[in-house]
């Protein structure tokens, strides 16, 4: 069992200001190894993490972290942050269910000052805190760090340009380190990358250190030229957007040296104005592998700690990775076909598409918004855009799908990943609202693939498709059900079974548990229709009517909330009819984290579930 005796020792986080440097470099040792031996079981945001670590540590010496203020923006990042408040003895349990959260969590602990799990958020959090403390009369450091590839956000330059103009003292720490989750995209990440990589500030500042060491009063010289450094700098460097905007800036500093941090911090504190402290850091910084490869450790299932190889595999190809080999197909068929993402392609499933068709492949950046109508831009010149989006961050482009696609029916292929349940990244990253919000929008189809042979029917229906469509499909392995599927009719479902006194009716990809619910009503003797939907929207009401009206209950899975669902739609739909309707649906709340199977279970989103209501039903 591995050791962790610095740790161990101290009453956490106060004794970090009581600590030598030196005992400093070995808290951050042991700090990642922890991070790297628990990841190594239950999976999680490693790189990404690893490279704050001392960062956290120069905040903790600079702050009190139980009054004073530090919001993480996207929050993927706070496990030293957890490790080094009040969360050490329950670390190993990160991710788990009843465990705590991957991501900051307030009602988790008072040292979290905001839920964070999307990019941008962290300055304008920050700047309604600071605001709120100078209403109540309250006098606290606010601190919001943000990575270089979140602040390329629009919201984060909006919040940017509110705080310079409101001139509020707040501290915003930007971590350069190159990389978000696939490798960042935009005029101002690259500005950032050639400014580090060049070293033209580094070199500027130790040049001038070396040269005065070597002369007398060459101390008192260097103080003077500290002084002089950050508007020197700021010819170097981004330093001149940041100063225009407002806000004093302080850098670069190296990330991983805590004695610079702490000093840049204090210069930062110092001032009763707005200030940018940007460090440089190195992703996945002291583990070997992800320092390698860090877009693979950005988020990581369990692995062997000595190697960073996986310790298991999925049992089948991933929907994701169905979607892009089929779009990669439909591409080298039809030169019209292109591919958007928001700094997700690695995600998504688009990398093979990027290779073989860069010029038909673009990144927008963390920018959800934009690449929804930059994709009806290309729809309306005549491309065939195809955006590629996890659910939950498709949140962010809701009006840009009402009023830029859906209002002009504009032919944009809405391709949602990681819908339903996505598993220990928990309520910031669960995609249970995409049926209910897509269904109000006119003129937009939504499409529910059962399976990964009906996702590749469904992308090929969508090639010639001339209106708004989403197809929402999951994280992780689909379904293996031996059903050939029938070929795809806008709005049509799939009947599968036609016959009995009750009703299964699958939407999307729960189409495992209302498959075993209906295999177990045959085994019990139970005739039932089987029904898979295939359409959130449009659907053909008369024959749903016609199929369902006459049954004594029918049953209705969907993993969704239930509130604007299909499951819902179907029961107004059956309203006047003698027939019972259950919805086996998401709960209308949020959804904690654990495994897929321990939600499901927990939501009462299962065939056993369902066969305990039918007990109940039938009776």
């Known amino acids: 069992m591995d050791r962790y005796p610095l740790l161990e020792s101290l009453t956490l986080p106060a004794d970090i200001k009581k600590l030598t440097y030196e005992q400093l470099e ?32 120069a905040l903790f010496r600079t702050c009190e972290p139980i009054n004073d203020r530090i919001i993480w923006d996207v929050s993927h990042q706070s496990y030293p942050h957890k490790i080094l408040t009040d969360r050490f003895k329950r670390f190993h349990t990160l991710r788990t ?73 707040m501290v915003v720490v930007l971590n350069a380190n190159e990389m978000s989750i696939s490798r960042n995209v935009g005029a101002l990440s690259s500005s950032l990358s050639r400014m580090i990589t060049g070293g033209v500030a580094h070199n500027m500042r130790d040049d001038m250190r070396e040269f005065l060491k070597a002369v007398p009063l ?57 200030a940018i402290v940007h460090i440089v850091t190195t992703k996945g910084k002291g583990y070997a592998p992800a320092e390698k490869n860090p877009s693979a450790f950005h988020g990581v299932s369990s692995f062997d700690v000595a190697t960073g190889a996986p310790k298991k595999f999925g049992g089948g190809k991933t929907w994701t990775q169905a979607f892009g080999e089929k779009l990669v197909s439909m591409a080298e068929g039809d030169s019209s076909v292109v591919a958007i993402t928001a700094a997700m392609m690695d995600g998504t499933g688009l990398n093979e598409f990027a290779k073989k068709f860069p010029n038909r492949f673009f990144d927008t950046g963390i920018a959800e918004e934009h690449a929804m109508t930059f994709a009806a831009g290309l729809a309306i010149a005549g491309a065939k855009p195809y955006i590629a989006l996890y659910s939950t961050f498709l949140q962010r482009a809701f009006d840009q799908m009402i009023h830029d696609v859906a209002l002009q029916d504009l032919p944009v292929r809405i391709c949602i990943d990681r819908a339903g349940l996505v598993g220990q990244d928990g309520p910031t990253h669960h995609g ?10 006119p003129n937009m189809a939504v499409l529910l693939p059962r399976d990964l042979n009906e996702l590749e029917l469904m992308m090929e229906f969508s090639l010639n498709y001339d209106k708004p469509m989403a197809i929402r499909y999951a994280r992780g392995t689909a379904c293996d059900v031996d059903i050939p599927a029938a070929p795809i009719e806008l709005g049509e479902p799939e009947v599968i079974a036609d016959n009995g006194d009750y009703a299964v009716v699958s939407a999307g990809h729960i189409f495992d548990e209302s498959y075993k619910f209906w295999n177990k009503l045959k085994e019990s003797g139970v005739n039932a229709a089987f029904i898979n939907l295939r359409f959130a929207n449009p659907l053909n009401k008369e024959r749903l009517i016609e199929l369902l009206s006459d049954k004594k209950a029918v ?17 107004l739909l059956l309203a006047d009819y003698p027939v019972k309707v259950q919805i ?14 321990e939600l499901r279970s927990a939501c009462g989103l299962t065939a056993e579930h369902a066969w305990e209501v039918f007990q109940c039903t039938k009776s």
């Open 26 to 57: 070995e808290l951050a040792e042991e700090t990642r190894r922890l991070i790297v031996g628990t990841t190594s079981v239950t999976g999680g945001h490693l790189a990404s993490s690893l490279g704050v670590v001392e960062l956290t540590i």
């Open 97 to 169: 269910y009843g465990g705590i959260s991957g991501f900051t969590k307030p009602e988790e602990s008072p040292y979290d000052a905001f839920v964070a799990g999307h990019a941008s958020t962290s300055i304008s959090a920050g700047l309604g805190i600071v605001c709120a403390d100078e209403v109540a009369g309250r006098s606290r450091k606010v601190v919001s760090v943000i990575g270089d590839g979140a602040i390329s956000g629009g919201m984060a330059f909006e919040a940017l340009n509110n705080l310079g103009s409101m001139k509020k003292p």
């Open 218 to 274: 060459g101390d008192k010289l260097w103080g003077l030229a500290r002084k002089l450094e950050d508007s020197a700098l700021s010819f170097f460097t981004p330093g001149i957007l940041f100063e225009e905007l407002g806000l004093r800036y302080i850098g670069p500093i190296d990330g991983h040296n805590i004695r610079e941090i702490e000093r840049a911090l204090s210069v930062a504190f110092s001032h009763d104005k707005p």
């Open 432 to 441: 249970a609202f995409d049926i209910s919000f897509l269904r109000i929008i």
């Open 555 to 571: 049953y209705i899975f969907e993993e969704n909330v239930k509130t604007g669902g299909v499951g819902e739609m179907i029961a």
């Open 584 to 597: 086996l649906a998401l709960p209308d709340e949020f959804i904690t984290h654990g495994s897929t199977a």
